[in-house]
């Protein structure tokens, strides 16, 4: 592929809903502009974008992936992400270097929910986006109809620049609203045509809307529409383009990917209203604490970030990069801002699905990759050592579906500590912990979908299966009343005996932990043994009574024992206070105490009812309700861990996906005795 200077590289997401046809739009997109010799399909598994063995045998897209193309002397950069909200990482990663994004509302099934988060998540990363009405030419498509809910949803911004011609209940074309002028496909291309009779009212309708968004983007220009003067062709494209780039008008086109219709004017659009990376300006960063602006130019230092990383057992770590200033050149050295190291740059290449193209450049605007880095992860950034910028990072959703792992194989425990290691090196979204106390390790994901997927991949890629259990809950044990007991070791057999007696009294304490004293009197226990005491204590809180959970909140007081000169010794001290913990901490009233977590709720008005009965049938106790604006309300409660088990799944079915949570620790609490029973049962079939 030849070279592009900044203000010829356009990047462009493709957003939607699942099943909106993305994937296919850009297999459409790359066959039109010949940068494929054939049209792939996501059901036959041979696209460009979805060629992950996972993609193709879920026929969804599981990862963002990359394609140029090159359309009337610019290179676009084509960003297909997943429509699945499990996969909200990869999408975040397709946002942060796209310059303009692209949202596929499907002309049968309207706006849905992935179509709203994809205007959610485009508006807060503050780049201009145009709608495609796709598969115009499926049975029960109504382009008007879906052009209705966008405004509706979207406000006044969203404006039509292309309507369909639809003729005995086929695409027969599409009319430029904003050129008045009509295109009839034959085959892939397209002829020139009149506007047919019987749409003139209404292209003179939706005409209306183009020419009052051009008169809103000056006033010289609003002006001229008071006046009754009309506006040249150049004014109005001018002013189009300014509206979509400062995010005041959201064109909508349409067409059909599958059978290449209005996919050519498309490509137009994007080379005439999705701006350049360069006429940003400048771009952000941090240098040594301080911010800084950095022109968008090849003559600026260095500054490129890290978006995405694929590990591939083979080849190693692939790096994604993005230039977001300079140049970035292959058999170089630069510098790790993050980590505070030099990386060597090997050979560079562009992407293209999975086929890697030699470059000896990326520029800034540019999208590439480097095989083999050795420190560097996603979101880090590669620059010069003599200005060691930072670049904002990429913000990743917290995952908050947790599952056990337990092997079906034993032994094979080291492999899938690795296997998952490298697959959390892949997806910042993705969570390992070893979890010291129950001794499971816990998988954290952002729902369903994504957990299987990556147990999928330690299958494939790192030959290892495993098997999901829920987590177990590290409850606590206390008392609740004071006990006095005595407890005593003694042992007789030749020689030297053992003997340790000392009575304690046991009783709530101030802190988590425990508090020991001493209260001897006339040196009935000697004091040297008064540590070993404590360590038999220390030892047996471990484990509890009931359900052998650790022990909290207890004070232990040491006021009285005997000792003997000879069989006395630190270890018959030790067991002694062991026999005092276990006889008298069951006659103190002890009770089971459960984690209590904070869940913050984030959820339209319409399903607050349905959010708030679920969370009263966790045993959730509800704080306060705040709505936060645009139709939102926050919703607080304290829920016990235990009940919150697949609440990451359960709430997006509650709320069709719109709804999100977090959820912090906040204390321990005693649990119901009906709950209490099940688990100090389920504890003792255990230990058997």
Request: a negative charge; charged letters at 25%.
């Amino acid at each position: 592929m030849k070279d592009f200077s900044v203000d010829k590289i356009r990047n462009v997401c493709l957003l939607g809903h699942g099943g909106a046809g993305k994937t296919t739009l850009a297999e459409a997109l790359l066959f039109g502009a010949k940068a494929t010799d054939r049209f792939g399909s996501v059901v036959n598994g041979n696209t460009v974008m979805d060629y992950d063995p996972e993609e193709v045998k879920r026929q969804i897209s599981t990862g963002t992936s990359l394609a140029p193309l090159e359309w009337k002397g610019y290179k676009i950069n084509i960003i297909d992400t997943p429509g699945y909200f499990d996969f909200v990482g990869e999408l975040r990663q397709g946002l942060r270097v796209a310059d303009g994004a692209i949202i596929l509302a499907s002309a049968k099934d309207g706006v849905e929910v992935g179509t709203e988060k994809a205007w959610q998540e485009v508006v807060e990363h503050q780049i201009p986006k145009l709608f495609f009405v796709s598969k115009i030419d499926e049975e029960n498509a109504d382009f008007f109809k879906v052009f209705d809910q966008l405004q509706e949803m979207f406000g006044k911004s969203v404006i039509a620049f292309e309507l369909p011609i639809m003729e005995s209940g086929s695409f027969a074309g599409i009319v430029d609203v904003a050129a008045m002028k009509a295109k009839r496909f034959n085959g892939k291309d397209f002829t020139d045509a009149e506007i047919p009779e019987g749409m003139a009212d209404i292209v003179q309708q939706y005409r209306e809307g183009i020419i009052e968004a051009v008169a809103e983007t000056n006033e010289e220009l609003m002006e001229k529409y008071f006046s009754g003067e009309s506006f040249s062709d150049e004014e109005i494209l001018s002013a189009l383009k300014a509206g979509v780039k400062s995010g005041d008008i959201a064109p909508v086109f349409c067409g059909s990917a599958i059978n290449h219709a209005g996919v050519k004017m498309l490509l137009d659009a994007i080379v005439d209203f999705v701006p350049a990376f360069s006429e940003r300006g400048t771009v952000t960063a941090q240098l040594n604490g301080e911010t800084v602006q950095l022109n968008v130019s090849e003559n600026e230092t260095l500054s490129a970030l890290v978006f995405k990383t694929i590990v591939d057992p083979f080849v190693g770590r692939i790096s994604y990069i993005k230039v977001m200033s300079g140049v970035l050149n292959s058999d170089s050295s630069v510098y790790n801002s993050k980590k505070e190291k030099n990386e060597r740059i090997a050979q560079l290449f562009l992407i293209k699905g999975k086929q890697q193209i030699n470059t000896d450049k990326l520029v800034a605007g540019d999208i590439g990759a480097v095989a083999k880095l050795m420190v560097t992860e996603t979101n880090d950034t590669l620059c010069s050592k003599e200005k060691p910028v930072v670049l904002p990072e990429i913000e990743f959703p917290q995952p908050m579906l947790s599952m056990a792992v337990v092997p079906k194989t034993k032994g094979d425990e080291e492999k899938i500590g690795s296997g998952l290691t490298r697959l959390m090196d892949e997806d910042p979204t993705f969570k390992v912990e070893l979890n010291a106390e129950t001794k499971q390790t816990l998988i954290y994901g952002i729902g369903d979908q994504h957990l299987d997927l990556i147990l999928s991949k330690l299958r494939s890629k790192f030959k290892v299966d495993v098997e999901l259990s829920n987590p177990k809950i590290p409850y606590r044990e206390t008392i609740r009343s004071s006990v006095k007991v005595e407890g005593k070791h003694k042992k007789q057999s030749g020689g030297h005996g053992q003997f340790g007696d000392v009575w304690i009294e046991f009783e709530p304490g101030p802190t988590e932990d425990l508090v020991f004293e001493e209260k001897i009197f006339g040196g009935v226990v000697p004091k040297q043994y008064f540590p070993a005491v404590e360590k038999g204590l220390r030892e047996s809180i471990m484990k509890g009574v009931l359900a052998g959970y650790p022990v909290v909140n207890l004070k232990a007081t040491l006021y009285d024992g005997k000792y003997h000169p000879v069989d006395s010794s630190e270890m018959s001290f030790k067991i002694a206070a062991s026999l005092a913990y276990k006889e008298g901490l069951p006659k103190a009233s002890p009770v089971l105490l459960e984690p209590i977590s904070r869940v913050e709720v984030l959820v339209p008005d319409n399903y607050m009812g349905d959010v708030i009965g679920d969370l009263n049938k966790r045993r959730g106790r509800i704080l306060g309700m705040n709505p936060v604006g645009n139709g939102m309300q926050q919703v607080i409660a304290e829920v016990p861990d235990a009940e919150m088990f697949k609440y990451a799944t359960d709430l997006r079915s509650l709320t069709q996906a719109r709804g999100s949570y977090t959820i912090k620790f906040e204390r321990y609490e005693e649990v119901p005795p009906n709950i209490a029973e099940k688990i100090i049962a389920e504890a003792s079939k255990e230990e058997e």
